[in-house]
């Protein structure tokens, strides 16, 4: 993989979330950042192509809210042990990502995340 291309650098702050409303900053077609009002976690996706591929994809309410937390809760934790094996490459899962299962994220955030997930398994070949 060429090291300019950044994989998603995903990144999750976590605090209580009650409030599932989001804002989503798109600063190019690069950079997707998506926070809540009282920015109580944050993901942050940089990844060149990830917004033109996103608009072809099916929109936020083709799955539901549970769908799409069942499969971040088992892509995340798979990409997860794969940042700590070495058998893995290291220019593809760079960071971990916080995602807590207990946390009401909301649907934007669970959508953007589970999207990217699918994107980084097309994009590198890599199935989680």
Not at 80 to 101: C, K, M, T
């Amino acid at each position: 993989m060429k090291a300019y291309l950044l994989i998603g650098i995903l990144s999750l702050f976590l605090g209580s979330c009650d409030s599932t409303q989001s804002t989503t900053q798109t600063t190019s077609d690069d950079v997707v950042r998506i926070a809540n009002d009282d920015i109580e976690y944050e993901i942050i996706i940089i990844e060149p192509g990830f917004n033109s591929w996103l608009a072809t994809q099916p929109g936020k309410s083709y799955h539901g809210l549970d769908y799409l937390e069942a499969q971040n809760r088992r892509k995340v934790m798979e990409f997860n042990l794969r940042v700590y094996d070495s058998q893995y490459p290291r220019d593809l899962y760079q960071q971990e990502i916080n995602y807590d299962h207990s946390v009401s994220y909301g649907l934007e955030v669970n959508y953007l995340l589970y999207n990217y997930l699918k994107f980084f398994e097309e994009t590198y070949k890599q199935k989680l």
